[in-house]
């Protein structure tokens, strides 16, 4: 498959995390600082339109909701802001929310309806935020048993109230988040019927850190990923959970691109997917053409330059792939949440790459 | 015996590729701190098992890995006394200019002669596949230095002890 589009967003630095607006012109990064940039694609790159500068350490994560146009950022400083574009002043103002946690706070995401998001912190709990009118800010319900250490990564259910979560405690649970007030009435048939805020209603294992989480988009199961290389699907509380050993190095990012495919991506710098060929899951190999390698005259010549000079036996320091380092999010571009076409990622090499799902003849699997 | 040392490299190599998938980690006992979990030790969850791979029991290389970081320590063969004094004098030259090797660690592992420690952020500012490209031929190079610093020793020693001896034929 051919990456359709690739931007050197920043040079030597990485990008922790990104996220589009709606109409996808405008992006929202964090690059491995205090800072949240958004960029706005002018003619063919991107350039920074406004800088977000309220936090004190390193900003884990940012999410943009689609719909009502905000974006939430956490850090490691325990904070998250919840900023609104303001027109009048052409600018984004923060609201402080109220998460009461004592450590970092890893990773964040709205829920589908937008009136609540979720973050995932080391203080071995995850603060369910919601609106509270009276006071104008935001406050926090905490998820905190049966956690016991850093929650690495939250997702939630299409229905708006149940949320997984993947933790370095080497498990990936379901929770509810129902919230009185907020949410109406909160069952589900594959996960439980009665649901009050802080049910358990699934806990999965994993052989290592469970780096990413995620619903299906009809929301019967999870997939998750963790260090031991594996990628695991879980379709409800009693089922058994269905386990692909993989021989690449870890994945830390993950979404489904319909109910029967998942693109993964980690520390191999190139993503993969995982298809349902109706029977059982399976890796796919890696879903990257390369860097086309220029070949210039005198190569041979420069080749043995090296070795005279600088004692360099090769001098690839390339990866044959299009990041050069480790790919740290995935995220759905273009198409609907069962049917994605286009998908975008960052890395620790400091690039956005989009890729095209269609154009790497996947037509075979059932969209 | 060099027939051992493909098969010993391409080990250390592999572990190290899968030990360096490491990310950044927030302290989870020390609010707003960041530090190396292998060195904090501070969690037994985020710690990975360490491994030790040994060539034979005088060259080993212990692999301690992390979520965040990673220490490598690398037992240098030493066969003779002359040799302990040359591998001593120069990782000792080495450890003394830590700060400009950026991954070296001051002290060795206690029964190690010689410790990197890697962190996230190194692994965000530099190739991964390079670095272990860089630990594997210092691994091979430094057994080469010791041997060349041995002959050049004794060589030296030879042609002193022969000017002197020669004053008195």
Redesign the interface.
Known sequence: MAAVESHQILI???I?SHSFNRDRTELAISP?SNEVNIMQKQGSSWNVIHTLADHD??V?CVDWAPNTNRIVTCA???NAYVWTWAPETQSWTPTLVLLRI???A?HVRWSPKEDKFAVAS???LISVCYFEQENDWWVSKHLKKPI???VLSVDWHPENILLAAGS???KARVFSGFIKGIDAKASSEVWGQKLPFGTVCGEFPAGG?V?SVAFSPSGNAIAYCA?DSTVTIATGPTQPIYVIQTNT??F?SLFWASEFAIVVA??DCAPYMVLNNGSQWQLTPKIDNGKKKEVSGNSAFNKFKQMDTRAQQNTD?E?NSTH???I?CVRPFVGTPDRVTHFSSTG?DGQLVIWDLLSAGIANLRL | MSNTLRPYLAAVRSTL??AM?L??????IV??H?KPEVEARS?K??LLTPVIISRNENEQVLIEGS?NSLRISIRIKQSDDIERILCHKFTRFLMMRAENFVILRRKPVPGYDISFLVTNFH???M????LVDFIVVFMEEVDKEISEMKLSLNARARIVAETYLLQFS
């Open positions: 030597g630095t990485p922790t491995n350490k390193l884990t490691q400083d325990r004592n450590r970092a890893t080391g203080a071995r016991r250490s850093t370095s405690d080497m850190w780096h260090h190095l870890p830390v980690g520390h320091v990866l050069q380092n480790t740290t620790v | 590729t899968a998938c990310e950044n980690f927030g302290s989870q609010e707003r960041n969690s969850e985020v979520i692994t965000e500012q190739y991964k596949h390079k």
